[in-house]
């Protein structure tokens, strides 16, 4: 059992339900923040301010916090082993990647090889730890908004197949590991309920949203040239395609791990849609 809870990320899209429910549990929950006075969190959590890139900022918000959900916020993992040595003392449950191919020494990806730096500084420091290892989540459809309200999402590799977590979901099981303190030193791998390709994902919004929306495959240059407009390196841009690439031929694996835990299936992408309805719209 815990007391109190510190939430890193508490404002993200999975952090923010996991303070909601910690909230509904009746458990304390502190919110770490940059800009507390800015934090739009539910009545009841207590914001705190402090930052990962400046690891003494910490000590006041870990103060008589036993327990920790922990989100690394972007790629920069230099701070992680001092980090990791302030939570030694306590329960974490860190959100990480499935992602992540435990027989290489470097990841193919800058996202994997974040997670995987991270996974490794925790284990350094303690064993009480948990690693949520998540396929993608439905979130990041959100980036669709606006091609969704035009009528066509426009990306490459429609036939890379994910399947898509619910936020609430990986809430759900974070919030039991937390209180319960099962599942010490474990990597728990998260998925959706199935596999669904890009093409799939936007036939599923239309539908779910009652208005027609079609996939226009994009060519693999043109991405490349979008990616660098936003400022990706070109090593990471090849990293992130050849991963999508793979999602194209292999179907990935689906684990019953939300359901062996909170004791309820996932939630499906039409449910995530119906829930983020108002993002569309």
Known sequence: MTDTTL???????????????????????????????????????????????????????????????LVWPGVDTEHASAVAKLLASRRVVYLSSAGIDDSRPTQADPINQMHADVERALEGGSTDWTFLRCTSFAASLLEWGDQVREGVVREAFGQASRPLLHERD???????????????????FLSGPEPLTQVEQ???????????????????????????????????????????????????????????ITGQAPRNLTQWVRDHEDSFR
Do not use: C, K
């Not at 429910?21 to 006075?37: C, D, F, K, Q």
């Not at 040239?225 to 395609?241: K, P, Q, S, T």
């Open 7 to 69: 939430v890193v990320g508490a404002t993200g899209n999975v952090g923010s339900q996991v303070v909601r429910r910690l909230l509904e549990e009746g458990r304390p929950v502190r919110a770490l923040s940059r800009t507390p006075e800015a934090a739009d969190l539910p009545s009841g959590a207590e914001s705190v301010r402090g930052d990962l890139t400046d690891p003494a900022s910490l000590d006041n918000a870990l103060t008589g916090a036993d327990a920790v959900f």
């Open 170 to 188: 990986i809430a759900d099981v974070a919030v039991r590991v937390l209180l319960d303190g099962t599942h010490q030193g474990e990597r728990l």
């Open 202 to 260: 936007v036939r599923i919004i239309g539908a779910a949203l009652g208005i027609p929306v079609r996939f226009e495959e994009v060519p693999l240059d043109d991405m490349r040239a979008h990616m660098r407009e936003e400022g990706w390196a070109e090593a990471d841009i090849e990293g992130m395609l050849t991963a999508y690439a793979a999602m194209s031929e292999t179907e990935p694996p689906v684990w019953d791990t939300v359901e062996r």
